[in-house]
């Protein structure tokens, strides 16, 4: 049963955070969306930052376990190299994209919150280093730093993109990143 609190009150604020943004949202708005006691909240979480870093982590791990899956699905290489701006659409389509979780805690934080930030580059990275894994596995003879500069070139489309759906409710971001990404891998052999 304190499992499922713990993962309600996460679900609950994460939401909070989203759609209202982490600093809009109060401990006191929390409670009341979680329809708990202030002890039962303090008895999981110490802070609403610790709140928001397991929501980060949340978000994180479902996304990049979501992603991870959707890549394999895939049979080509190219298709590999270009499966987070198809994960990216389809999350979108379904209503489950409102930008980039990580992205709107920090754009609300100073690197002072030092937790929270180094909870989000942290993130980030991951996401980088499996882009480049993908990279490493799907381009032939392909160097260290061929593979820096093709995972950082479709990571910066992806970032780009998310932030820009976001920004005009609309997926043609994600599509015109998805079109440009290709351009990075023209001078290389795929396997």
């Not at 309600?8 to 955070?17: D, K, Q, R, S, V």
């Not at 987070?84 to 409102?98: A, N, S, V, W």
């Amino acid at each position: 049963m304190k499992k499922n609190i713990k993962e309600h009150i996460i679900n609950t604020a994460g939401e909070l955070f989203y759609t209202k943004g982490f600093n809009r949202t109060g401990i006191n708005q929390i409670i009341d969306a979680c329809d708990i006691a202030k002890a039962t909240l303090y008895h999981h979480f110490k802070s609403k930052d610790a709140i928001c870093i397991a929501y980060l982590k949340h978000k994180h791990d479902s996304f990049m376990q979501g992603l991870s899956e959707f890549v394999k699905e895939k049979q080509e290489s190219k298709q590999q190299l270009l499966a987070i701006f198809d994960y990216l659409r389809e999350l979108y389509r379904t209503g489950e994209l409102k930008g980039d979780w990580g992205q709107k805690i920090m754009s609300e934080i100073t690197p002072e919150d030092t937790e929270i930030w180094n909870t989000v580059q942290q993130q980030k990275k991951e996401l980088l280093f499996f882009l480049g894994e993908i990279v490493g596995r799907t381009v032939a003879h392909v160097s260290k730093a061929e593979v820096e500069k093709i995972s950082g070139t479709i990571y910066l489309l992806y970032e780009s993109a998310i932030t820009e759906t976001y920004i005009h409710e609309n997926d043609w971001p994600i599509h015109l990143a998805r079109t440009m990404a290709p351009v990075a891998l023209q001078d290389v052999k795929l396997l």
